[in-house]
T-cell receptor, first 118, second 113 residues
Framework: AQTVTQSQPEMSVQEAETVTLSCTYD???????LFWYKQPPSRQMILVIR??????QNATENRFSVNFQKAAKSFSLKISDSQLGDAAMYFC???????????????FGQGTILTVHP | EAQVTQNPRYLITVTGKKLTVTCSQN?????MSWYRQDPGLGLRQIYY???????DKGDVPEGYKVSRKEKRNFPLILESPSPNQTSLYFC????????????FGPGTRLTVT
């Protein structure tokens, strides 16, 4: 079974600085997706960024980028120029590629609470 | 607007009193799931459905039931709730096996006393 581990329960950053959230996962499959979701106090789950395992290039979405190390099974999220609105719980998630019996199941990590200090 | 809706958003109930949390999506998605979120555990899948009348267990199905009689609706049923089912519940949907985008509902905060 796949597992996702976020070893940082809490992180903090100063506004305008950069912070990196860590995520490791375990899988025996070669094709899969990895995601970072943001959950603000409103509790809504918001997709921040995704990475397809077959792509060597790291995904980037504006101030958000990932460092995907497939061999090490590591998937960290870097937030640049942090803003007060970035404060939230962040979840790393794994999903196998199409097919099989998982039917799009997301396996989540434990979450990291990010605090942004003005 | 494409969305997943859940009702109620908040619910406080007592042990053993049957309840249903509704979930509806307006995107004609085939796949729907229920997750529960607990501190330190992240989100875990309870049940999922691949289409009408096709459902299967996720990682933590004990104490829950689901049904999928219409494509847009996927209610979560707790026939005899217990305090350990106090949690935050999310419904999610996506269009097909290869679609990476999952749409989440706003969440239902359930407290069982």
């Amino acid at each position: 079974a796949q597992t996702v581990t976020q070893s940082q329960p809490e992180m903090s950053v100063q506004e305008a600085e950069t912070v990196t959230l860590s995520c490791t996962y375990d899988t025996s499959e070669s094709d899969y997706y990895l995601f970072w979701y943001k959950q603000p106090p409103s509790r809504q789950m918001i997709l921040v960024i995704r990475q397809e395992a077959y792509k060597q290039q790291n995904a980037t979405e504006n101030r958000f980028s990932v460092n995907f190390q497939k061999a090490a099974k590591s998937f960290s999220l870097k937030i640049s120029d942090s803003q007060l609105g970035d404060a939230a719980m962040y979840f790393c998630a794994y999903r196998r590629w199409a097919g099989g019996t998982s039917y799009g199941k997301l396996t989540f990590g434990q979450g990291t609470i990010l605090t942004v200090h003005p | 607007e494409a969305q997943v809706t859940q009702n109620p958003r908040y619910l406080i109930t007592v042990t053993g009193k049957k309840l249903t949390v509704t979930c509806s999506q307006n995107m004609n998605h085939e796949y729907m799931s229920w997750y529960r979120q607990d501190p330190g555990l992240g989100l875990r899948q309870i049940y999922y459905s691949m289409n009408v009348e096709v459902t299967d267990k996720g990682d933590v199905p004990e104490g829950y039931k689901v049904s999928r009689k219409e494509k847009r609706n996927f209610p979560l049923i707790l026939e005899s709730p217990s305090p350990n089912q106090t949690s935050l519940y999310f419904c999610a949907s996506h269009s097909d096996r290869s679609s990476y985008e999952q749409y989440f509902g706003p969440g239902t905060r359930l407290t069982v006393t």
